[in-house]
């Protein structure tokens, strides 16, 4: 069965340095990921995905996530983190499903920047 | 930009009561989803719709029902509200005729059964 793990449920990074959320995978064939992102009461954005290509990703508001397909992982970064990036973000690999775009997210990780 | 909206971002009722909650999107969009978030469990698939009048069950369909007779238009219906069917729901939908776009999300319906 597709899965997908985050085994941080808290990161804390201070303003300005880098920060890493960690996601792992398991999937039967190509793996099709993405990063969500929510701010307190509201819906989840998309931040990027990964289908094929090139193994580092390039997303919204500066974040970007590395694919690494032996180590079966997909963790997104951003060299400098801002208060703002304060979040909940979600890993997902999409699920062999025929073609619905159906989704399985992980628990999800909480990252709190410090000033 | 697409845009999903869902009824109501707070709701209260009371056990045993029929709960709608409603979704709308305005792309066009094939496929709509209902999950339900609570902490430290992600989000759980309750049902999920690929075309009007289609209906497919997601991981915990137990305890809800979906409607969808408008392309735009999912409900997600509570067929009689428990105490642990008090959650956060979202609203999602996706198109089919490109593969692998994301999904996008509503803002969330915070539902609280007393």
């Known amino acids: 069965a597709q899965s997908v793990a985050q085994p941080e449920d808290q990161v804390n990074v201070a303003e300005g340095n880098p920060l890493t959320v960690k996601c792992t995978y398991s999937?039967?064939?190509?793996?099709?990921l993405f990063w969500y992102v929510q701010y307190p009461n509201r819906g989840l954005q998309f931040l990027l995905k990964?289908?094929?290509?090139?193994?580092l990703v390039k997303g919204s508001y500066g974040f970007e996530a590395e694919f690494n397909k032996s180590q079966t992982s997909f963790h997104l970064k951003k060299p400098s983190a801002l208060v703002s990036d304060s979040a909940l973000y979600f890993c997902a690999v999409r699920d062999r499903d025929g073609g619905y775009n159906k989704l399985i997210f992980g628990a999800g990780t909480r990252l709190a920047v410090h000033p | 930009d697409v845009k999903v909206t869902q009824s109501s971002r707070y709701l209260v009722k009371r056990t045993g009561e029929k709960v709608f909650l409603e979704c709308v999107q305005d792309m066009d969009h094939e496929n709509m989803f209902w999950y339900r978030q609570d902490p430290g469990l992600g989000l759980r698939l309750i049902y999920f719709s690929y075309d009007v009048k289609m209906k497919e069950k997601g991981d915990i369909p137990e305890g809800y029902s979906v409607s969808r007779e408008k392309k735009e238009r999912f409900s997600l219906i509570l067929e009689s509200a428990s105490t642990n069917q008090t959650s956060m729901y979202l609203c999602?939908?996706?198109?089919?005729?490109?593969?692998?776009?994301?999904?996008?999300f509503g803002d969330g319906t915070r539902l609280s059964i007393l």
């Open positions: 999937v039967s064939g190509n793996p099709y």
């Open positions: 999602a939908s996706s198109t089919r005729r490109i593969s692998n776009q994301p999904q996008h």
């Open positions: 990964y289908i094929t290509g090139d193994n």
